[in-house]
């Protein structure tokens, strides 16, 4: 059942690189058809040339990451506005907001080489130009067109080689592409997988930088053979990724979506294994990342996905009472069909709150054994956690209700916040509480006796758009109470470890194994 | 200058024309008037800055006056779109100006491509263009930079004849060329404003040049015109000390050349 780390990502490849291809083609595509007009016209008014030249500089200025994630509230509020004036959305993650941001990125190379090719063009030259009787549009063409050529090429070119690096970072706003190996590598410490996503967009960006260098010698040179190959080796690579990608998307599937964390991933492989037991067909739609995925629901896309109970109370149903778990889900899925029809089908029989932990050794040797033991300690500590902890209630109310003050605080990839609780780097983190690692690492989780942190089961959720489908939720009702948080511990590990581990799909395949063997385990907490 | 009859037999004619650069005092050129008649094949000399090339590039409207009327077989040149008007007048520029980046059969072609002519028609028109500046047929598909600087200005005028136009406006056009290939181009010039009764007018500032081609010289000093006639009338009667001494520098030195010949000592006469 174990994956050879190289065998699993070459049979991933023709989906990621299918996936990368397209959406680094259409974003080219589209920012050269956006750049060359507005550089020409640029490169005529002084007036227009500041103002672009700076907004598309500015745009070079934001991380690549961060110019996909803001496309996401934009994109969010625009298909919510659509579903209320058309009664349809489109999905705000995945395709779009990965490609809007891509191109606004691939701009800048090109308007700019545009711009200072024509700004460096003789002027005796562009004399001769109107003396022989050339006008607007067509003189720019006559003179500038093959004499800018080569600025321009080496603008695309540029373009080309940033469009397919950044394309990486489309996976956490959920379009699949090469960056699925580098962000799930980092997230397993698989690093193969980051090591073989790397170079795959690294020969991708070569080989499409050569051929783009061989159009344009062909055009410098006026050789057509030289265009024409080079043009049809870029436009088969183009088909031959539209077909390897667009071909398993026939089949009518239901999509589930995942959390880019190791347990979302799991379990997403576990529903879609029960959606295909059941005989129906499905589709993994993975990488979705921070508070998104539920809104994601109300835009069309997934049909099914886990989340935690927490994170809706909080951050989806704005409450920051903590009622007691039982109460706290029916009123949740009352909340959920009544506000969205979202179905809630039930929980998953084991909990993920975040929950402080400790080396073992180190929280005996202090003494600590609860959050309340801790704070008194805590002005000589340091906390790490992930990038998203210090910004949830859960964390204000831990702060204000023991009275939380860290020496310092600093935030990780989970990895390595894992990794620097080992080391020793920090003392405490803000682990998930059904992580393998806690376990493996001997950590201990401290209690928390004034029940500051809600609950966070998880739950299984069915979109609006499925809300009627029984057979969907037949398949997925036998999952309710079906994996207790030592089984979900165990499958974490297994893709966490360092040593032979296996894909989230093996993990959910061994889960799928255990849970039938021993159905409605009662729930562990910690 | 008379205006009226002139004006309308003219091929090119200036009225009042004035042109300053900027907002400065200086007038580049100031109140020409100036008629061009059919047929004439006019230099312009004076010194740099003296206005000749100001006042060239005003016709076809490379330049804007700021003043005055330009007026090109009648018609006022502002009447039309500044492109239409150039594609029907010939300009051969200083230093050449041919498009690196076209062959040499695109370079002739450029202007009735512009015009629209069909593709064929183009061909045979470099063919003859070709022919007509003495160049072999098969340097069309050769790209600029491959030939010499006189075979380069030939081109040149090849383009600027290309569409058929009835006025050639040159500015320097052989200043960057050797002494014996400058000879050459210019009886090859003077034999096609002949043989295609063009109207001519060319910007130099070689005396001698303007004394061999052309049949009128028009002196330019401070954007003023000071001489216009026959080159005979001005080498005869200069209306000036200025002009004499211009006109008398390629007698001068043809006589120094003759006193050579005769066996006089190569020296500076002092």
Not at chain 1, 233 to 260: C, D
Not at chain 2, 117 to 124: C, F, H, K, L, Q
Request: net charge neutral.
């Amino acid at each position: 059942m174990t994956d050879g780390a190289l065998a699993s990502a070459l049979r991933a490849l023709p989906e990621y690189l299918g996936y990368h291809v397209l959406l680094s083609a259409a974003a080219l595509a589209l920012g050269m058809l956006l750049s060359l007009p507005l550089a020409l016209s640029a490169s005529r008014s002084p007036r227009l040339r500041w103002p672009l030249l700076s907004f598309v500089s500015l745009v070079q200025t934001i991380p690549g990451l961060a110019l996909m994630a803001l496309f996401y509230p934009i994109l969010l509020a625009l298909s919510l506005a659509s579903v209320s004036l058309i009664g349809r959305g489109f999905s705000a993650l995945g395709f779009l907001p990965a490609l809007l941001a891509l191109t606004l990125y691939s701009m800048l190379p090109m308007v700019r080489n545009i711009v200072t090719g024509f700004a460096n063009l003789d002027p005796a030259l562009i004399e001769a130009a109107h003396g022989v009787g050339s006008a607007g549009a067509r003189r720019l063409w006559r003179v500038g067109g093959p004499w800018f050529a080569p600025a321009a090429g080496a603008g695309r070119r540029a373009a080309a080689v940033w469009v397919i690096g950044t394309a990486t970072l489309a996976t956490p706003v959920g379009q699949t592409s090469l960056g699925n190996y580098i962000f799930s590598g980092l997230q397993t410490e698989n690093w193969v997988w980051v090591l073989f996503g790397c170079a795959i967009s690294a020969i991708l960006a070569l080989i499409v930088d050569q051929l783009l260098a061989l159009i344009e010698s062909g055009i410098a040179r006026r050789r057509k053979p030289r265009i024409l190959a080079g043009g049809a080796a870029l436009l088969i690579g183009v088909l031959a990724a539209a077909f390897t990608v667009l071909m398993p998307a026939s089949r009518p599937g239901y999509v589930v979506g995942a959390k880019h964390f190791t347990a979302p991933s799991v379990l997403a492989a576990l529903i879609g294994q029960r959606i295909e037991a059941a005989g129906l067909a499905s589709t993994l739609r993975s990488g979705l990342g921070w508070a998104g995925v539920l809104s994601s629901f109300l835009t069309g896309h997934p049909d099914s996905l886990m989340d935690y109970s927490g994170t809706i109370w909080a951050n989806v149903m704005r409450r920051t009472d903590n009622p007691p778990r039982e109460a706290m889900l029916r009123e949740m899925a009352e909340w959920l069909k009544r506000e969205h029809d979202i179905v809630l089908v039930g929980p998953l029989g084991f909990e993920n709150a975040y929950a402080l932990a400790m080396r073992g050794d180190r929280a005996e040797t202090l003494g600590i054994r609860s959050i309340a033991d801790l704070a008194a300690h805590a002005p000589s500590l340091s906390i790490g956690s992930d990038y998203e902890f210090f910004a949830r209630p859960e964390w204000r109310s831990l702060r204000d209700g023991y009275g939380l003050r860290f020496g310092r605080r600093r935030e990780f990839q989970s990895t390595f916040m894992y990794r620097a609780l080992a080391d020793g780097d920090v003392d405490v983190i803000s682990a998930f509480s059904s992580d393998g690692r806690i376990e493996a690492d001997r950590l201990i989780v401290l209690d928390d006796p004034q029940q500051r942190i809600p609950p966070y089961d998880a739950i299984l959720l069915i979109s609006p758009r499925r809300a009627q489908d029984k057979a969907l939720l037949s398949a997925l009702e036998s999952l309710v109470g079906a994996i207790p948080v030592r089984r979900m511990r165990q499958a974490n590990f297994m893709v966490d470890r360092p040593r032979e581990a296996v894909s989230p799909a093996a993990a959910a395949r061994w889960l799928d194994s255990q849970s039938s063997s021993s159905p409605r385990e009662n729930r562990i907490d910690d | 200058m008379s205006a009226g009859p002139a004006r309308e037999a003219a091929a090119i004619a200036l009225e009042d024309v004035s042109k300053r650069y900027g907002q400065t005092a200086h007038y580049a050129v100031r109140s020409i008037d100036l008629a061009i008649a059919h047929g004439s094949f006019v230099a312009m000399v004076g010194s740099s800055g003296s206005g000749k090339t100001t006042l060239l590039k005003c016709i076809n409207r490379l330049i804007e006056p700021d003043h005055g009327a330009i007026l090109v077989e009648g018609q006022p040149v502002s009447d039309r779109p500044a492109h239409e008007l150039r594609r029907h007048i010939g300009y051969v520029f200083q230093g050449i100006g041919l498009f690196p980046h076209l062959s040499v059969a695109e370079n002739i072609g450029v202007t009735p491509d512009l015009l629209g002519w069909p593709r064929p028609e183009i061909a045979s028109r470099v063919a003859e263009l070709l022919e007509l500046v003495e160049l072999p047929a098969d340097y069309g598909a050769r790209m600029p930079d491959a030939l010499s600087g006189g075979q380069r200005q030939r081109i040149g005028i090849a383009r600027a004849l290309a569409a058929r136009p009835g006025i050639l406006l040159m500015d320097e056009p052989f200043g960057a060329l050797d002494p014996i290939t400058r000879e050459t181009l210019g009886n090859a010039c003077r034999h096609l404003h002949e043989t295609l009764g063009l109207t001519t007018v060319m910007v130099t500032h070689d005396i001698f040049e303007a004394v061999l081609l052309a049949d009128r010289i028009v002196v330019l000093r401070q954007g003023r015109i000071v001489a216009d006639g026959t080159p005979h009338e001005l080498l005869v009667d200069p209306p000036d000390e200025e002009v004499r001494d211009l006109m008398a520098m390629p007698l001068r030195q043809a006589g120094r050349v003759q006193a050579l010949l005769n066996g006089a000592p190569a020296a500076v006469p002092s």
